[in-house]
């Protein structure tokens, strides 16, 4: 049953849409009756984007354009939304669907949900409890975490916040006694899975955040120091680098890392390594050979290269690259129940989600991470029945159609 609130908030997006009112919907928020105006608590929501609009409104200006930006033009950060409708399902009927299991197996865990939580940066610039919060919520909801390098909590804390084991997400830097010392400490905490991030060599062009930046009038030095661009003061904050020396560190990963980079790390790091940032089907077939135990198809949600080519797009590629020798997770413009099978059906193992979750832990903490996570599990469980699908192993290739080029 719907809420009073959210049941008028949808009668009135009714009527704003309705073609027998003609204009009558302007004049509705011309009176202040907005159908779209941001929800006021986590449980009004009719579906992950309305945590968007409920983010802006609670973030400084120079904080929800780092969550919004892409790069350049932003068409890679379009184009991963713009892909899912390239694909269209085939759905089976007369399917006794009255029990669904959306459980997945990976690396030897098995988990309730093949939704996972992406490595997002920085997320108390986003929520007081940051980090923490969205580790609680992966607790309560039984998901797979995965934490950034640069989070601003460590990644102890998370963990335990968590509760179980989480995955940790490399930024090497261009030093490696930095690399090895991150990577020993996610090993100490027992990590299971240490995920290489290979997407940002040569830096990026994020021009929606400096205009963002430039729309915020608060007096952002106090908090970040006198110079923004500067990444040894900004590694210096974050306390997964506390006590190293990042005085020489001057980009997120090196500019002449190559597969002998993977193998090097390969020998460091004794538990199931991970590429994230692979789009490709001859660098997929280069990683199986390389001896890494997983791939991320992501072009880190528009945020890396003005590629213009959708995630969902590339995974159909790197899957066949693959061809079944080792996990293949997909991010990149996951909104919806639909999108997540789309990726299933196409060979996914399992799909990481990024902004959805910021927006809710932006807008009401842990409640909000929480409530975006049901709202997709619940989206997923009902796409599975309508396509007739009992259990993710059931959902392949026959369930989707290319629709468009």
């Known amino acids: 049953m719907w809420s009073e609130p959210a049941a008028r908030r949808r009668f009135l997006r009714f009527l704003v849409a309705s073609p027998l009112l003609g204009g009558l919907g302007s004049r509705f928020e011309a009176l202040g009756q907005d159908a779209d105006e941001p929800i006021t608590a986590p449980d009004l929501a009719l579906d992950v984007m309305d945590f968007e609009a409920a983010a802006r409104q609670a973030l400084p200006?120079?904080?929800?354009?780092?969550?919004?930006?892409?790069?350049?033009?932003d068409a890679t950060l379009r184009a991963n939304r713009e892909g899912f409708a390239h694909f269209s399902l085939r759905v089976r009927r007369l399917v006794d669907v009255s029990r669904v299991d959306m459980s997945v197996s990976l690396f030897g865990a098995t988990w309730d949900s093949p939704i996972i939580l992406s490595p997002v940066s920085t997320q108390r610039a986003f929520h007081p409890e940051g980090e923490i919060a969205t580790a609680r919520a992966a607790r309560?909801?039984?998901?797979?975490?995965?934490?950034?390098?640069?989070?601003?909590?460590?990644?102890?804390?998370?963990?335990?916040?968590?509760?179980?084991?989480?995955?940790?997400?490399?930024?090497?830097?261009?030093?490696?006694?930095?690399?090895?010392?991150?990577?020993?400490?996610?090993?100490?905490?027992?990590?299971?899975?240490?995920?290489?991030?290979?997407?940002?060599?040569?830096?990026?062009?994020?021009?929606?955040?400096?205009?963002?930046?430039?729309?915020?009038?608060?007096?952002?030095?106090?908090?970040?120091?006198?110079?923004?661009?500067?990444?040894?003061?900004?590694?210096?904050?974050?306390?997964?680098?506390?006590?190293?020396?990042?005085?020489?560190a001057t980009d997120f990963t090196p500019l002449g890392m190559?597969?002998?980079?993977?193998?090097?790390?390969?020998?460091?790091?004794?538990?199931?390594?991970?590429?994230?940032?692979?789009?490709?089907?001859?660098?997929?077939?280069?990683?199986?050979?390389s001896g890494v135990d997983g791939l991320v198809v992501s072009n880190h949600g528009g945020r890396a290269e003005e590629s213009g080519r959708a995630t969902i797009e590339s995974l159909v590629e790197v899957v066949d690259g693959v061809k079944g020798r080792m996990p293949v997770l997909v991010d990149g413009g996951f909104r919806r129940g639909t999108d997540v099978f789309?990726?299933?059906?196409?060979?996914?193992?399992?799909?990481?989600?990024?902004?959805?979750?910021?927006?809710?832990?932006?807008?009401?903490?842990?409640?909000?991470?929480?409530?975006?996570?049901?709202?997709?599990?619940?989206?997923?469980?009902?796409?599975?029945?309508?396509?007739?699908?009992?259990?993710?192993?059931?959902?392949?290739?026959?369930?989707?159609?290319?629709?468009?080029?």
């Open 61 to 73: 200006p120079a904080h929800f354009g780092y969550l919004q930006t892409g790069v350049d033009d």
């Open 140 to 248: 309560t909801r039984k998901h797979l975490m995965i934490l950034s390098t640069v989070s601003t909590t460590s990644v102890e804390d998370v963990q335990a916040a968590r509760g179980e084991p989480i995955w940790y997400q490399l930024y090497p830097t261009d030093q490696w006694p930095i690399a090895k010392a991150l990577v020993k400490r996610a090993e100490a905490c027992g990590c299971p899975a240490l995920v290489l991030t290979v997407d940002l060599q040569g830096g990026t062009n994020r021009v929606t955040l400096e205009r963002s930046k430039r729309r915020d009038r608060r007096a952002c030095a106090a908090c970040h120091g006198e110079s923004l661009e500067n990444l040894k003061a900004y590694l210096a904050r974050k306390p997964m680098f506390a006590g190293l020396d990042v005085s020489q």
């Open 258 to 289: 190559s597969w002998d980079y993977v193998k090097q790390l390969r020998d460091l790091w004794p538990r199931k390594l991970l590429i994230k940032g692979i789009v490709t089907r001859e660098d997929a077939e280069l990683a199986v050979r």
């Open 342 to 405: 789309k990726a299933l059906a196409l060979g996914a193992s399992a799909v990481c989600i990024g902004r959805p979750y910021v927006w809710g832990l932006a807008a009401f903490g842990q409640a909000g991470v929480e409530s975006v996570l049901e709202i997709l599990r619940r989206e997923l469980v009902m796409v599975m029945r309508q396509a007739g699908t009992r259990r993710i192993a059931e959902i392949d290739g026959s369930y989707v159609v290319r629709t468009g080029s």
